[in-house]
């Protein structure tokens, strides 16, 4: 795979020396938290600031995710580079990719990939933390835009795989609120109809307690668009949580 640059960073990163695989795998730089070493090798993610644009780099040494396509394992970057593509082609907000790219050195599989900073937005974790002081208006908007992004999720055919708090970040923008999702790399097909989306939406549902049953019965008629439509989800969901509860 040639390395991806997209054009409108193509700039900053020619001026400052970082339009390369070699150029961003050298530069020196402090991870903003530790090293994930599963998978038999190890990822970090760092900070990098150019300008007035700052970005995510994530480099990784052999941490590599096996599928029938790549039975001898590819990066996990290499996942979640193209469902970053995937998610902009069936309009679902997402991260916006600078740079990927993969180099084979020896017995050694690196990549990088190169995000935009979501500076400005807000995970859902960091909300719920001060849910008490949000008022009425703000956490119904909130609610509602992130029911509508699940719903959009879902509608183009793609569960999410993870779809907790702390990967759904919000903002707010001339009075609406707008929700968008990171970590895709468990994103797959929606194959098994509302199985899927039960599936996917009660780990949120699960970790979102502070919503309390309003708030929860709320973002299910956002996500339905029919709030006479969620009995039935409600019965699934709970009962799915209950089975997950059971057995933890």
Not at 86 to 101: D, N
Not at 207 to 216: I, K, S, T, Y
Request: hydrophobic share 40%; proline share 4%.
């Amino acid at each position: 795979m040639n390395d991806f640059i997209a054009e409108r960073d193509r700039p900053v990163l020619e001026n400052s020396g970082l339009a390369s695989f070699d150029e961003l795998w050298a530069l020196k730089l402090e991870a903003v938290d530790e090293p994930n070493v599963e998978r038999g090798g190890w990822s970090s993610v760092y900070r990098l600031e150019m300008g007035e644009t700052a970005y995510y780099l994530k480099r990784q040494s052999n941490h590599l995710t096996r599928s029938l396509l790549h039975p001898l394992g590819e990066p996990t970057f290499a996942r979640e580079f193209r469902n970053i593509q995937r998610y902009q082609q069936l309009g679902i907000p997402t991260l916006q990719a600078s740079f990927f790219g993969c180099r084979k050195v020896a017995d050694e599989q690196r990549a990088i990939l190169l995000t935009r900073a979501l500076d400005g937005w807000e995970d859902l974790d960091s909300c719920l933390a001060r849910w008490p002081q949000l008022d009425e208006t703000r956490r119904s908007a909130i609610i509602r835009a992130v029911g509508e992004l699940a719903r959009t999720l879902h509608q183009v055919g793609q569960v999410h795989g993870c779809f907790y708090p702390k990967h759904i970040f919000l903002r707010e923008q001339e009075g609406r609120w707008q929700a968008c999702l990171i970590d895709l790399e468990k994103t797959r097909p929606l194959l098994l109809g509302r199985r899927d989306r039960i599936k996917d939406l009660e780990p949120l549902l699960r970790r979102a307690q502070r919503l309390g049953d309003e708030g929860m019965r709320a973002l299910l008629a956002a996500y339905l668009n029919d709030e006479h439509a969620m009995e039935p989800w409600l019965q699934r969901l709970r009962q799915r949580r209950m089975d997950k509860e059971s057995r933890a």
